[in-house]
């Protein structure tokens, strides 16, 4: 469940974190995208929840936007309610990841976010709320994983390149788990990144991406594109079951 506060920002937002004065104390929240102008005494709106990690529970919080400190919630305790949201490193593969969710999704309504969007949370929350089952992110880094999971979404990395170095850096900032669809059409390179270590945080899934590709029409083999495909693959299942378990609970 996600807690909304709301404040004054109490300094600067140009860090990795901001301060924010409340009615009941002074709470210290993580940035994820630019400020957007805003300075010392705006009325924001953090988002705060409690994450799992692995057999440990972290409390995070988030920093939103600017927000009147009289307004109503952005979005409801769920916040982005499970929604997928696609970490797109590269631009240049993102019409690959859509034709995977066209495949897999079965009609999944799909919104595009930059990174760089001032507000991001709010504009992430913003496009759930308008009927999106899945967001694509470009432009994203590691950091956003984080930022995805304490809105309550799941967050799906489409990698950019096997190379354990750039992956490595890649994930430099993110402490909660993501999703991390494998392609089976490149076993080495899944097993190169299977050898990282890095299923102690996240979960790996191996995704075969060839439908992606079927829906596409391109025959391209290298890891960028099928770690798209692979990524919308697994969304577009993901949006599908999240519709499905939706509809168990409409009248």
Do not use: C, K
Not at 44 to 68: F, K, Q
Not at 126 to 150: E, F, K, P, Q
Request: hydrophobic share 50%; proline share 7%; no cysteine.
């Amino acid at each position: 469940m996600i807690a909304y506060i709301r404040g004054w920002l109490d300094g600067s937002a140009d860090g990795s974190e901001a301060p924010i004065r409340t009615h009941e104390g002074r709470v210290v929240a993580r940035t994820f995208s630019p400020p957007g102008g805003l300075v010392r005494n705006d009325e924001v709106v953090a988002a705060s929840a409690t994450i799992a990690v692995g057999v440990l529970d972290r409390d995070e919080t988030a920093l939103l936007g600017p927000w009147p400190v009289d307004g109503s919630h952005p979005a409801g305790p769920l916040g982005l309610a499970s929604t997928p949201v696609i970490l797109m490193p590269d631009a240049a593969t993102i019409d690959i990841a859509l034709a995977a969710v066209a495949r897999a999704g079965r009609g999944s309504a799909v919104a595009r976010v930059d990174a760089s969007t001032s507000g991001l949370g709010l504009a992430l929350l913003a496009a759930a709320d308008a009927g999106a089952d899945i967001l694509v992110m470009s432009g994203a880094m590691g950091l956003h994983i984080d930022l995805v999971r304490i809105l309550g979404g799941r967050a799906v990395v489409a990698l950019a390149s096997p190379d354990p170095v750039a992956i490595v850096s890649w994930f430099q900032g993110a402490e909660l788990g993501a999703d991390l669809p494998l392609p089976t059409a490149n076993p080495q390179g899944s097993a190169d990144i299977a050898a990282l270590g890095l299923e102690s945080v996240h979960q790996l899934v191996q995704v075969d991406p060839t439908p992606a590709l079927d829906e596409a029409g391109v025959r391209v083999t290298s890891f960028g594109v099928l770690s798209a495909a692979a990524a919308g693959i697994l969304a577009g299942r993901i949006a599908a079951g999240n519709r499905r378990w939706r509809a168990t609970f409409e009248p």
